[in-house]
């Protein structure tokens, strides 16, 4: 992904992240379940925010990062 798409998505996922941690404050009503707790939303946000944030970084150095698998 090129610097606008992944800054794009960086911002997305930000305030998808910022939505799931103001749903999971508010109080509910009793006998209502969410489908999706918010609280996972916000879980895998942060995870996507950490990935794209690494990305953003590689980027900025024009390198790739040099990652050997054992296989």
């Known amino acids: 992904m090129d610097w606008e798409t992944t800054i794009g998505a960086f911002v997305v996922v930000a ?4 939505w799931a941690n103001i ?8 006998g209502r379940v969410p489908l999706i707790p918010p609280d996972v939303i916000q879980l895998i946000g ?3 925010l950490f990935i ?3 990305h953003l970084i590689t980027l900025y150095r ?5 990652i050997r698998s054992r296989f």
């Not at 305030?15 to 910022?18: A, K, S």
């Not at 999971?24 to 009503?29: A, C, D, L, M, V």
């Open 15 to 18: 305030l998808i992240t910022l």
């Open 62 to 66: 024009g390198e790739p990062l040099n």
């Open 46 to 48: 942060l995870i996507a």
């Open 52 to 54: 794209l944030g690494a």
């Open 23 to 30: 749903a999971s404050r508010r109080p509910r009503r009793l």
